[in-house]
């Protein structure tokens, strides 16, 4: 069967065609976009042991699947697909789909990847799935990306770091960059927050919107307590009307020198410095072990410390722009050798109150041991 009858409707001004599907149809029409293995990727790597546990309730014929797969497609390309036979009804033919003009999975690649798992080792196993297929305008694909966000940040558990990211992709893709040190410092914050060396491990929030329950503080936080570093950092903004590839090498070199060069080390020192504020935990969530080293009872990585210290690294990295390790190695100087104690640090404690930018700065002063 090469064509199949489908609905059209709008949901808030977004095109979408309803049908049910084959699972041998969908697996051959559609390919799912990995952050990373593609420019315009924004899904994570299938989870193993996710998808291989929806088999095998599948296999049991315990799981009845009636969630609708979301697919997204380029309107040009269902312009060539979709065919109108009346006022409600529509005809799509996926053979006339070319190579390159996949649909992208947007919700459902486990499902997908479940029946995937028995199907490569039956191919006469069938299942059919209902499906959504977006229309995306062609030149606004970071639309997608955004559904993909909304959809599983506000009903799915899981982390929305590489949506969020994407994000950012698109923008450079589609030359719709404000800010070049924005790119720099999300980049330099993933890669912390992915570091399991680093007491930043899934401590920043990218989404604070997310249900995810895992971190310490938000990404504009943490963005904002370290902009002046990318300020030294000279970061040329004129690299935003570059090639999607040049802007990309460009963000990634900067961000790794941010991330590994500068805020890594300068933290570990202040581990070393108040060791009884970080604490390593591990639990199971979505299916993935997480790690953190954050205690959510000490001041030192919320908003409060985070942009007390941060601040303070800023100041002395600024005081030599042309020397970033003097600045540094300044930094740690001050930590080892201020007066502060763990439990100055403790929530409730002697730094209650001080959440304002002049907050901050007396944190900063007391940690240099200046009690003015």
Not at 169 to 193: F, G, P
Not at 328 to 353: Q, R, V
């Amino acid at each position: 069967m090469n064509s199949y009858r489908c609905l059209e409707y709008k949901q808030m001004e977004q095109e979408c065609y309803i049908l049910v599907l084959p699972f041998s149809v969908i697996n051959r029409v559609s390919e799912i976009l990995i952050y990373g293995e593609s420019k315009y990727g924004y899904q994570r790597a299938l989870n193993t042991k996710h998808f291989k546990k929806i088999a095998n309730s599948i296999k049991k014929k315990e799981l009845i699947s009636p969630a609708t797969i979301i697919l997204g497609a380029n309107k040009s390309t269902l312009d060539k697909i979709i065919e109108k036979e009346d006022e409600e009804n529509y005809t799509i033919n996926f053979e006339s789909l070319s190579t390159d003009e996949k649909l992208r999975v947007i919700d459902g690649q486990h499902r997908l990847a479940g029946v995937r798992e028995i199907y490569s080792k039956d191919p006469t196993f069938e299942y059919n799935f209902s499906v959504a297929i977006l229309a995306i305008e062609d030149d606004k694909r970071s639309v997608e990306v955004e559904i993909f966000r909304d959809i599983n940040s506000k009903a799915k558990p899981i982390k929305s770091d590489l949506p969020i990211l994407a994000l950012y992709n698109y923008e450079l893709i589609e030359k719709n960059v404000t800010d070049i040190r924005k790119h720099v410092c999300i980049n330099a914050a993933y890669k912390l927050n992915n570091d399991e060396n680093s007491v930043w491990m899934n401590a920043i929030k990218l989404d604070i919107n997310s249900a995810d329950s895992v971190g310490i503080v938000g990404f504009k936080t943490f963005y904002e307590s370290i902009t002046k570093i990318c300020d030294v950092l000279v970061i040329d903004e004129t690299i935003k009307n570059e090639s999607f590839e040049q802007a990309s090498e460009y963000i990634e070199k900067y961000a790794d020198k941010l991330a590994n060069e500068i805020l890594k080390p300068c933290w570990e020192t202040v581990k070393k410095k108040w060791s009884d504020c970080f604490s390593k935990n591990s639990a199971y969530y979505n299916y993935e072990e997480v790690i953190t080293e954050y205690d959510k009872k000490y001041y030192i990585q919320k908003t409060m410390g985070c942009k007390s210290i941060n601040g303070l690294l800023s100041d002395e990295i600024a005081k030599n722009p042309d020397m970033i390790e003097k600045g540094m190695d300044s930094f740690e100087n001050i930590i080892n050798e201020s007066k502060l104690t763990c439990s100055d640090w403790e929530s409730g404690g002697k730094f209650a109150g001080l959440s304002s930018e002049a907050g901050f700065k007396q944190i900063r002063n007391l940690i240099k041991n200046d009690e003015k």
